[in-house]
């Protein structure tokens, strides 16, 4: 499986000023694609990265929130030929639907649509992953876990305040990629902190961990020496993502 992380932008101010890009997370696996969270600048960054859009045929939106659904519209667009073709699998929380992320008219020209809950499995002709229980964020979103064909399996950890069920939910995944908005955690911001994050992988202790996403604070801290310092201290393997970043797992 491919992983292209093309945008790594977290918190409002950095998806505003564009301090990091806040595109999307696309998978490829035997020439099937998988968009992630199309945030805004996917559209672009897809074509920067020459990840054809009109191929894309699976769509999984974790949350309503705008640097994780801003594109879809577009993207739906696209696949669809401006809605002339009949396309495309949207995998999404109902709340995120209901609330209008994508326009009513590009609702009608996907071929399905598929209601995201928790502890669900899902399936399309290359991936199969399932949710996690739903996690503590101000909407709906459930954390995810792909199966790989060499029978590994891959964690995505999207927005959520720390819950010490996480621990079990993500319990044996081998690649886990991690969304970290915060340095230092913060009184009722219902986002990960590196403090978080240490105590998870001091417990789940995956092959490899990519932390993305960052706000402000992780900015300041540089996420490249986060990620050294924690792969010293835990002695597993972090890395900090950067915009376009492909991974082969």
């Known amino acids: 499986m491919n992983v292209y992380l093309l945008g790594t932008a977290g918190a409002r101010y950095v998806v505003a000023k564009q301090l990091r890009a806040s595109a999307g997370t696309v998978l490829e696996e035997d020439g099937e694609f998988l968009l992630i969270d199309p945030g805004p600048g996917t559209i672009v960054h897809l074509a920067k990265h020459k990840i054809p859009v009109e191929k894309i045929r699976n769509i999984l939106i974790s949350h309503k929130h705008l640097d994780h659904s801003a594109d879809l519209n577009v993207i739906v667009d696209a696949i669809t030929e401006g809605t002339l073709k009949k396309r495309g699998r949207l995998f999404i929380p109902k709340e995120a639907w209901e609330e209008g992320v994508l326009l009513s008219y590009l609702k009608e020209a996907l071929a399905e649509t598929i209601f995201l809950a928790e502890k ?94 960052f706000g402000m604070t992780m900015l300041r801290a540089n996420p490249f020496k986060v990620a050294k310092d924690l792969s010293s201290e835990l002695n597993l393997k972090v890395v900090a993502a950067y915009d376009g970043l492909r991974l082969t797992l």
């Open 120 to 213: 669900e499995a899902y399936h399309t002709a290359k991936f199969s992953f399932k949710t996690t229980k739903k996690l503590l964020h101000s909407a709906e979103t459930y954390g995810f876990i792909f199966n790989l064909k060499d029978g590994k399996s891959l964690g995505f950890l999207v927005d959520t305040a720390f819950f010490e069920e996480l621990i079990s939910e993500f319990q044996g995944v081998n690649y886990l990629i991690v969304n970290v908005v915060r340095y230092e955690p913060k009184e009722g911001v219902l986002h990960l902190s590196v403090q978080d994050v240490r105590k998870l992988l001091a417990s789940l202790r995956p092959e490899l961990t990519v932390i993305t996403h």
